[in-house]
Each structure stands twice: as structure tokens, then as C-alpha cells.
């Protein structure tokens, strides 16, 4: 039980290109699922806290215009990463929190970005 | 400031040995959760054991167990008979009592044959 599926799993694309990835609970509901970006061999940084049917929480720092996020329903949400530079080549995961924050998050299996 | 504290970013150990992971971590909260997560190559963050902060006994999962000191504030991993399929990146989190997990820097271990 509790998984998390992330799609894609790497992509590879030009600069100045949007890329969209999205992360879906398969076989229960997430009022609130999390994106993190990850450096090599570095810890997960949250990014932002997605909220199902209302505006994502951001962290400090992170450019919510950068970087779309949407909720639209309690198994799926996205993450747009708008107008990619080199710079937002990185590790990006989603996780899902559940309903109570008692429960621990899962993860997605991560999907690497490469801006060209 | 809530901040979950790794010291050791690198540790070896040889296959079937016993290998301890320290964490420390500081918060005002009362109920909370602490979390070990394993980060092998892949990359997939795998959930490994966790701790309920108002709980006093020390959680276990086979071969994973922790030693939990509340008022120290320590939560270290210990992994006993190591295999070679425990390589990985570990890291500590906690979420101080609210969603949002905050995790520490990591430990890269390596076990070695």
C-alpha cells in the first residue's frame, strides 16, 4: 500500500521549454503532497506544499513562477517547471503526506531533469 | 529554530557488522515524529523506521532499531548484521509535529564485502 507514482522518470530537454511532472498516489488520497528538489549528494529541499483545490504553499526562495504547481484532485498533482534553464537541472521529488500528519510521507522514485 | 543535525557524512562498515547512524535534532514541540529514510543508488527515498516522540520504547523493524533520548534529543539508527543491499544514503527527518518533514544532511554508507 502507499504508493506514490512520479512521471517521468528523467527528462532531457532544450532550454527555454516547460516540462511538467506529475505525481500521483495510487491507491489512496492526498489532501497534501510535497515537491523537494535534491542536488547531487545533497539533502531534500521542500519547495512547496501542494494543497488539493487550493494555491500551493511555497518555501522562502522559491519562485512560484518558476516553478507551477496544481492540485486538482486528491491523486494527482503537477509540477511546471517553466521556461528551463540549465540552473533548474536537478532531482525533483513528490511525495504524499496523507490525511493526518501522523502518517509518514512516500515518495515518488524521483524524476531527473536535464536542461540542455 | 527546528533543525534535524547528521554529523557524520561518510561511514564504512564490513558486511555483517553492526553500524550506528547519529542524528540529533531540536525542537520546542512536544509530539512529534522522527523518521529514518534510506536513499539507495536509485534514488527512490525508502522509509526505513520511525518514532513516536511521546512514546518512551525504542522502535524496531527486523533489523533496523533506534535508540530514541528525548531529553538528549538524539535519535540514532542502528543496523544490525549489515548487508550489502544497505549501501545507501540515510537521512533523519522529523516533522515537528506538523506535515511538512525536515530532514538532515544524510550518512553515505557503504558496506562493505
Known amino acids: 500500500g502507499a504508493v506514490v507514482s512520479q512521471h517521468p522518470s528523467w527528462v532531457i530537454c532544450k532550454s527555454g521549454t516547460s516540462v511538467k511532472i506529475e505525481c500521483r498516489s495510487l491507491d489512496f488520497q492526498a489532501t497534501t503532497m510535497f515537491w523537494y528538489r535534491q542536488f547531487p549528494k545533497q539533502s531534500l529541499m521542500l519547495m512547496a506544499t501542494s494543497n488539493e483545490g487550493s494555491k500551493a504553499t511555497y518555501e522562502q526562495g522559491v519562485e512560484k513562477d518558476k516553478f507551477l504547481i496544481n492540485h486538482a484532485s486528491l491523486t494527482l498533482s503537477t509540477l511546471t517547471v517553466t521556461s528551463a534553464h540549465p540552473e533548474d537541472s536537478s532531482f525533483y521529488i513528490c511525495?504524499?503526506?496523507?490525511?493526518?500528519?501522523?502518517?509518514?510521507?512516500?515518495f515518488g522514485d524521483g524524476t531527473r531533469l536535464s536542461i540542455l | 529554530a527546528q533543525t534535524v543535525t547528521q554529523s557524520q557524512p561518510e561511514m564504512s562498515v564490513q558486511e555483517a557488522e553492526t553500524v550506528t547512524l547519529s542524528c540529533t535534532y531540536d525542537?520546542?514541540?512536544?509530539?512529534?515524529?522522527l523518521f529514518w529514510y534510506k536513499q539507495p543508488p536509485s534514488r527512490q527515498m525508502i522509509l526505513v523506521i520511525r518514532?513516536?516522540?511521546?512514546?518512551?520504547q525504542n522502535a524496531t523493524e527486523n533489523r533496523f532499531s533506534v535508540n530514541f533520548q528525548k531529553a538528549a534529543k538524539s535519535f540514532s539508527l542502528k543496523i544490525s548484521d549489515s548487508q550489502l543491499g544497505d549501501t545507501a544514503m540515510y537521512f533523519c527527518?522529523?516533522?515537528?509535529?506538523?506535515?511538512?518533514?525536515?530532514f538532515g544532511t544524510g550518512t553515505r554508507l557503504t558496506i562493505i564485502p
Open positions: 511525495s504524499a503526506g496523507g490525511l493526518t500528519y501522523n502518517q509518514p510521507q512516500h
Open positions: 518514532q513516536e516522540a511521546y512514546k518512551q
Open positions: 527527518a522529523s516533522n515537528f509535529g506538523n506535515e511538512k518533514l525536515t
Open positions: 525542537t520546542s514541540e512536544n509530539n512529534y515524529y
